[in-house]
C-alpha cells in the first residue's frame, strides 16, 4: 500500500469519489459529521485493481481498504475503467444536428408545460364572471339571516372547601 499511487480526497456524505466511483465504508461513517475539521484524507490505490482503494484512518494513521459503494468487487484495472467510460462516452455522443434537435424537442415540451396567453385570458375572463354581480340574483328573494343562539349559562362544578 506505501509504494501504490496517492491521492488526496474530501470525504462526503457518501464517501470519497475517485475515478468517477464513489467508495465507502462503515469506518469511514464516524468521519462524516467531522469531515469539514478533518480536512483532506490521504488516499492510495493499486491502478491494477480499483475495487478497492486505502484511506489513511485519521485516528489510528493506518491505512484502510474501503470498497465500492456499488458493492462491485470485481476486480477492475484503472485502464479497463478509463476504456469503458471512453467507450461509453463514444456510444452516447450525437452530432450537432441531433443535440439541436433534441434542445428544440425540449423547449417545445416546457414550452407546453406554460399556459399560453388564450388559456391566461379565459381563466382571468371567467373569475371576472364569477364574482360580478348576476341579473337574476336581483330577483330572488333574501333568505333571513339566522337567528344568534342566545347564551347558555355554564354549569360551575361542585367545589369543595377542604
Same mark, same amino acid.
Given at each position: 500500500?506505501?509504494?501504490? #499511487?496517492?491521492?488526496? /480526497?474530501?470525504?462526503? @456524505?457518501?464517501?470519497?469519489?475517485?475515478?468517477?466511483?464513489?467508495?465507502?465504508?462503515? *469506518? &469511514?461513517?464516524?468521519?462524516?459529521?467531522?469531515?469539514? /475539521? &478533518?480536512? =483532506?484524507?490521504?488516499?492510495?490505490?493499486?491502478?491494477?485493481?480499483?475495487?478497492?482503494?486505502?484511506?489513511?484512518? +485519521?485516528?489510528?494513521?493506518?491505512?484502510?481498504?474501503?470498497?465500492?459503494?456499488?458493492?462491485?468487487?470485481?476486480?477492475?484495472?484503472? *485502464?479497463?475503467?478509463?476504456?469503458?467510460?471512453? /467507450?461509453?462516452?463514444?456510444? %452516447?455522443?450525437?452530432?450537432?444536428?441531433? =443535440?439541436? $434537435?433534441?434542445?428544440?424537442?425540449? !423547449?417545445?415540451?416546457?414550452?407546453?408545460?406554460? @399556459?399560453?396567453?388564450?388559456? &391566461?385570458?379565459?381563466? &382571468?375572463?371567467? $373569475?371576472?364572471?364569477?364574482? #360580478?354581480? =348576476?341579473?337574476? !340574483? $336581483?330577483?330572488? !328573494?333574501?333568505? +333571513?339571516? @339566522?337567528?344568534?343562539?342566545? #347564551?347558555?349559562?355554564? %354549569?360551575?362544578? +361542585?367545589?369543595?372547601? *377542604?
Amino acid at each position: 500500500v506505501v509504494v501504490s #499511487a496517492g491521492t488526496e /480526497r474530501q470525504l462526503s @456524505p457518501q464517501g470519497i469519489s475517485m475515478f468517477a466511483l464513489h467508495y465507502y465504508s462503515s *469506518w &469511514l461513517g464516524i468521519f462524516v459529521p467531522e469531515r469539514d /475539521r &478533518l480536512g =483532506k484524507l490521504e488516499v492510495r490505490y493499486d491502478p491494477r485493481d480499483i475495487s478497492h482503494i486505502y484511506v489513511r484512518d +485519521p485516528e489510528t494513521r493506518l491505512f484502510r481498504p474501503v470498497e465500492r459503494r456499488d458493492g462491485q468487487l470485481t476486480p477492475l484495472t484503472l *485502464w479497463e475503467h478509463e476504456a469503458e467510460r471512453a /467507450r461509453r462516452r463514444a456510444m %452516447n455522443q450525437r452530432s450537432s444536428i441531433d =443535440k439541436v $434537435a433534441f434542445r428544440r424537442e425540449i !423547449a417545445a415540451i416546457a414550452e407546453a408545460t406554460k @399556459p399560453s396567453r388564450r388559456r &391566461l385570458r379565459d381563466a &382571468l375572463r371567467s $373569475a371576472h364572471a364569477a364574482a #360580478a354581480q =348576476k341579473p337574476y !340574483a $336581483a330577483t330572488k !328573494a333574501q333568505a +333571513p339571516a @339566522p337567528k344568534e343562539h342566545p #347564551a347558555r349559562q355554564k %354549569n360551575r362544578l +361542585p367545589v369543595e372547601d *377542604w
